[in-house]
């Protein structure tokens, strides 16, 4: 069961500005009031804080101590930065959404997001994963033809997620 709204303002202050949270109270012998709450994943980057032997990331429970209330979707970082945790970084976004506000990623060899290439027909792929379906976005004979399609769908079904690299 996820802690109250009011127990977390309780034990927590949360800092919009500089995206930290902070021990009010000490609510265990690794605490100590007023220490920065929380450890960095060194496999992710995300923060978490350890709150009644669960742990939780920080960017959510810095979203519940700021709004009053457990998001209904993904806390997204707009920067990508993991553990930027200020509220100016921070939003609510669908999965989808949340993919869409990622880097090319880095085993990328047409240097496009959305673009791969097709040995046996010899062209180049545009797709784009929408609430967990692919669709196909055409075939092209440049890589650059085919991530001007991608990228044109991608601001059109995501608007201000829409990450091109």
């Known amino acids: 069961m996820k802690p109250s709204v009011s127990y ?6 949360y800092d919009s500005r500089g995206g930290a949270l902070y021990w009010k109270i000490a609510t265990s012998r690794r605490c100590r009031v007023g220490a920065e709450a929380g450890s960095k994943s060194i496999a992710t980057g995300y923060i ?9 990331p920080a960017q959510v429970l810095a979203w519940v101590i700021k709004t009053g209330k457990w998001p209904t979707k993904i806390i997204d970082h707009k920067n990508l930065v993991t553990f930027d945790n ?11 959404q949340n993919k869409a506000n990622t880097a090319c990623r880095a085993n990328n060899t047409s240097g496009f997001k959305g673009v791969s290439c097709n040995k046996e027909k010899n062209k180049w792929q545009a797709q784009i994963k929408i609430d967990y379906k692919n669709y196909h976005l055409g075939w092209h004979e440049m890589p650059q033809a085919a991530a001007a399609v991608y990228t044109a769908k991608l601001k ?10």
């Open 8 to 13: 977390l303002r309780k034990i927590l202050r």
């Open 86 to 96: 200020r509220w100016k970084n921070l939003r609510e976004a669908t999965h989808s």
């Open 156 to 165: 059109q079904c995501f608007g201000e997620f829409a990450r091109v690299r």
């Open 48 to 56: 978490y804080v350890s709150i009644c032997y669960k742990k939780y």
